[in-house]
């Protein structure tokens, strides 16, 4: 039985043959040669290379093979531009584009890069030394490379903030409320507009650690552990394996190993107490370099801007779930309100907020946040070199941090919501209380304030690599092994107790200190709750079994094998196979809730993805290259329905298994006209596979949408194993150009069709559900419904956009450069019945809308929010840029001033905005340099903590508004709906509204200084 990849070849070994004779064909005679071209082919050890083709193509084409001493001459050359073409098995391919004048000699130093999976580029071009000769981007595909040294220079910490100056990529603090000014909080990247999970981030060449959501925080890895990153987009990046590459990929590439012992001491503080060491060192041992090595090692200890910032917030929980004591009484009533918001505005906002308020018997003042945080980093590289052709590269990296989470998550509701009026969460205290602090006073809602909660992740990741050469082929084995395990829990995870201690306002009703609660009287003694309340006093908040927890382990591990077969005219083939196995859990533990322990995604579930690729580049004429690639993905997933019946209840386990296949061919071409200009084109295919936490739901009990408001409904997860791939054909055009030896400019346009978009639908399943839950408080059958939440293939999107950059980086003096893009990304052609999953399509009309209301067609993704459904992922801007202005001297010392633009629909959900940065790299001899750096000079939203519902509200799809039903559930909005699906008809008071859907006004941090001292020893390997 022949696999796909066999059947493939041999459908394509006519074309291949073809591209081989084609390219080969014998140079045209000449009549008159009078240049030369002579050079040296050399490894990255400094070992000769014997025995490699090379090629000069041009005017005319013309073969040689190096001798045993790396040496080659062209004698007779037509004046003109070349490309010279180096190939050998066990390197990279090189190429360089020269120009030849009549009675002249061109001496060429060819240094072959040694075979890898760890960088994404296939070919090595020409690189220069040179100083003020700037390199320009001679692939096919767009690629930007970020040195560690720039992180360096603008003394960040993390990748996040550089990474946003390239055109095109969107790295930002992921959705969900996350304090800027917190170094905790996680981060999540785009390209081009796709959404997190359809950007694929790798770690040398192969796949990161993922979480179950498919994204990657890139947080955990710190600038002093990489060489570069590459950022590469668009269908003409041909690398081993493409899965989530819809828009492009992020290449994390680790700290290399040198031939010259090298190291480098760094330490720094910042303006708020942090305080930050690092240490890399790189080199060589033994005869001929035998063994290479590299390792690094970094802390970064932040006690951040906070600084103990003091917040009379939120404590909504105390009416949740266990007994409560203030100063060892035990609290029997003391609930929480939940009013309406006035009628006058509701068609302004959809439930739930704009709806409830909450209404607080108790105000403690002050509870201190800090946004604490802690992080370690380690590599350790080994590179053994048993010739020049073969060698084997061992690895480890690793990455831990710890810090607050009630910081990370710090975003307050603490003005009014939009048009509304009012706040969210007011200070109403009972009948009897008579105090200094009065009724309807405003409190922040944050629900972190006497919450404090706790995370910690640890990543790791064991790579090897082993490269060798038989024949005319060269072999690549790569074996990786990579997880992650992220812990977060509410209080101390060694006590039961949660205590907090404040001045408080308000009261409640009591039991005597020494009894208990009943249900009725207060034991022992049968006494009567009795009346208190707090003017001001010092009061100790105390409960048992409080500590919440969750645990989510993620294992990832993979194997490839790379062979490649260089042909004497430049032409080269390369056949590979990818495996990538994915499994993980999360396990829940929330005993506020009153619900049991489950897991919200089984432990058992897996995926693997396979690809087999086919490669061929050949030149169809002397200065164009051709590429052509044809990837066969399948991916097999294991997954369960009822959570692997672990919850009581949900029956017997249930596991399922399902296999998918697509293929994927790309295609591309360069045409280099001369030495400082480089065209591209590509178009191909991409794909994103189903990420695990699609695949499985948890079998759980149903959930309260809002806690303690039984009526607004219940939910569960429910599975979608079978769901289909979310599949992309693109296009990119672009062009690099140099003048004057340091400046350029670059240009892409880009086009990504996507289809079979996931898309979470929520339908309703059972309007007479009915739990304890909901009869307790009194509501009717009817009044309490169950809905079932699962993403679905509902649709598809367009990503577009332009990228430009223009610069000039001279080796001394003023440089500059402008970056920056247009972007689209969008829903369209959006089918009748997207709306509604509660009547068929036919039926769909806005009386009847009820999901993915903030997906509206030709509009990029907007802002997520509470209480409606968009995509999964942040707000596209419809713009972004970068501008810099740098001095750099003779010795080393430069100076910036950076501006980064935010535009339109951006993901702090702000209005337009620009954040200017500066450093200073001042050389202090020649080994020690001090770099004085300072981010967001401007003061742009530089609050430290974000606002819940302040942000600019996105815009919905128009909905049903009733004026009738229940009234905290259909008097605004959902009855209409709800009852229009029951047969209903509507009345003649309900009407269709465009809505606005709420959103957090994200803080970008406030403005931040640092100060390094950056040691080097024996050479800078930064």
């Keep these: 039985m022949r696999t796909p990849a066999l059947q493939r070849l041999r459908l394509f070994m006519p074309l291949l043959a073809a591209g081989i004779a084609f390219t080969g064909l014998p ?33 005319t084409v013309q073969y040689a093979t190096t001798d045993a001493q790396g040496h080659f001459t062209f004698s007779s050359v037509t004046p003109g531009v070349y490309q ?10 090189y190429i360089a584009s020269i120009a030849t004048a009549t009675g002249t000699t061109t001496a060429i130093d060819v240094a072959l890069t040694a075979a890898s999976f760890t960088s994404l580029r296939t070919i090595a071009h020409a690189e220069t030394n040179a100083p003020g000769h700037v390199q320009i981007n001679e692939s096919t595909a767009s690629i930007s490379i970020v040195p560690s040294t720039s992180f360096v220079d603008q003394g960040q910490l993390q990748v996040m903030h550089v990474l946003n100056e390239i055109p095109g990529i969107i790295v930002y603090q992921a959705n969900g409320t996350n304090n800027g000014a917190d170094q905790f909080a996680p981060q999540t990247i785009q390209i081009r507009g796709a959404l997190p999970y359809e950007t694929e981030s790798l770690i040398d060449g192969h796949a990161t650690p993922l979480s179950l959501t498919g994204t990657f925080d890139p947080s955990l890895i710190s600038p002093y552990m990489l060489q570069n990153v590459e950022v590469v987009k668009g269908p003409g990046s041909m690398p081993t394996e493409i899965n989530y590459a819809i828009g492009g990929t992020v290449n994390f590439i680790t700290l290399e190993p040198t031939l010259e012992p090298h190291a480098t001491i760094a330490t720094g503080v910042d303006s708020w107490g942090g305080i930050t060491t690092a240490f890399r060192a790189t080199g060589s041992l033994g005869h001929n370099n035998f063994l290479q090595y590299a390792f690094a090692y970094a802390t970064d200890g932040a006690p951040g801007p906070m600084q103990n910032y003091p917040l009379a917030g939120s ?27 006035g009628p006058k505005s509701y068609s302004e906002y959809i ?8 209404q607080e018997p108790f105000y403690v003042c ?46 307050m509701a603490n003005g009014p919501i939009g048009n509304l009026g009012g706040t969210l969460s007011s200070f109403e205290p009972p009948s009897w209380y008579s105090g200094s602090i009065p009724a309807g006073t405003p409190i922040p809602f944050d629900l972190s304030s006497y919450a404090p909660g706790f995370g910690s992740t640890q990543q790791y990741l064991y790579q090897a690599e082993f490269r060798t050469v038989f024949g005319a082929w060269s072999a690549l084995l790569r074996y990786y092994d990579g997880g992650n395990t992220n812990y977060a829990y509410f209080n101390n995870p060694t006590s039961s107790v949660f205590a907090f201690t404040g001045s408080a306002w308000g009261g409640g009703v009591f039991c005597p200190t020494g009894t208990a609660f009943n249900g009725a009287v207060c034991n022992p003694g049968g006494l009567a709750p009795v009346e208190e309340s707090f003017n001001g006093q010092l009061a100790t908040f105390e409960a048992l079994d409080a500590t919440d927890q969750s645990l989510t382990n993620n294992h990832q591990r993979g194997e490839s094998l790379d062979l490649d077969h260089p042909f004497n005219n430049g032409s080269n083939l390369q056949l590979s196979v990818d495996r990538t196995g994915q499994s993980g859990y999360e396990f829940v533990n929330i005993p506020t809730s009153g619900e049991p322990p489950y897991y919200s995604f089984a432990p058992g579930t897996s995926q693997v993805s396979t690809t087999e690729a086919l490669r061929f580049t050949f030149f169809a004429a002397p200065n164009v290259q051709a590429e052509f690639a044809d990837y066969a993905l399948e991916y097999s997933s294991h997954f369960t329905d009822n959570g692997g019946g672990i919850v009581a209840g949900t029956g017997p386990a249930n596991w399922q298994n399902s296999t998918r296949s697509y293929n994927a061919p790309r295609v591309a071409f360069t045409w280099q006209p001369n030495d400082n200009t480089s065209w591209r084109a590509a178009a191909g295919s991409s794909i994103a596979p189903p990420y695990l ?20 409904g219940y939910y569960e997860s429910l599975n979608n194993g079978q769901i289909a791939p979310e599949t992309a054909i693109g296009v990119d055009i672009g062009v690099d150009h140099r003048f004057r030896q340091s400046m350029f400019v670059s240009l892409d346009g880009y086009l990504t069709d996507l289809r079979n978009m996931y898309l979470t639908q929520s339908r309703l399943i059972n309007q007479n559900y009915y739990p304890t839950s909901c009869s307790s408080v009194g509501y009717a059958v009817g009044q309490c419904p169950l809905y079932g939440i699962s993403a679905e293939n509902l649709g598809h999107a367009r990503y577009e956009g332009l990228e430009a950059q223009f610069g000039d980086a001279p ?13 689209r990304a969008y829903a369209y052609d959006i089918p009748q019945g997207f709306y509604c999953d509660n009547v068929p399509a036919s039926q769909c009309t806005p009386y009847h809308y009820d999901t993915n209301l903030g997906i509206l067609p030709n509009v990029n993704f907007p802002s997520s929010g509470v209480g409606f459904e968009t995509v999964n992922g942040s707000a596209v801007p419809y713009a972004m840029g970068y501008g810099e202005l740098n001095w750099r001297t003779a010795d080393g010392s430069m100076y910036r001033v950076g501006v980064t633009y935010y535009g339109n629909n951006n993901a702090f959900s702000e209005p337009p905005f620009a954040v200017v940065s500066a450093s200073i790299r001042e050389q202090i001899g020649s080994h020690l340099a001090i770099v004085v750096s300072a981010d967001n000079l401007n003061g742009a939203y530089s609050q430290l903590y974000a606002n819940q519902f302040g942000g600019i509200p996105t815009p919905l799809a128009p909905e049903c508004v009733g004026k ?31 809505q606005l859907g709420p959103t957090s006004a994200e803080n970008y941090g406030p403005t931040t200084f640092r100060v390094q001292l950056i040691q080097q020893i024996g050479g800078s390997n930064l």
């Design 811 to 823: 080796a001394q003096g003023l440089g500059f450069v402008l970056r920056g893009d247009l972007m």
């Design 315 to 341: 404590a909504v929980f105390l009416s949740v779930g266990y007994p409560w004591y203030v100063n060892g009484q035990e609290l029997v009533s003391a609930p929480v309100g939940v009013g309406l918001a």
């Design 351 to 358: 439930e739930p907020i704009g709806l409830e308020r909450y």
């Design 366 to 411: 002050c509870y201190p946040f800090n946004t604490d945080y802690d992080s370690k980093n380690e590599l350790g590289k080994l590179k053994f070199n048993f010739s020049q052709y073969s060698s084997l590269t061992i690895s480890f990296l690793g990455g831990q941090d710890f810090g607050h989470t009630d910081n990370t998550g710090v975003a």
């Design 964 to 994: 009738y039903g229940t009234a905290l559930w259909g008097a605004y909005g959902d009855a209409c709906t709800a009852l229009i699906a029951l047969g209903a008809a509507p009345r003649s008071d309900a009407s269709v509204t465009s």
């Design 27 to 59: 140079a045209l005679a000449q009549t008159s040669t009078t240049s030369a071209v002579v050079g040296t082919v050399h490894s990255s050890t400094g070992q000769p290379v014997a025995g490699a083709a090379v090629n000069l193509r041009g005017v």
């Design 693 to 712: 936490s699609l695949l499985s739901s948890p079998g759980s009990l149903p959930l309260e949408f809002v806690n303690g408001v039984p009526n607004d």
């Design 84 to 93: 010279l073409v180096v190939s050998k098995a066990g390197f990279l391919q």
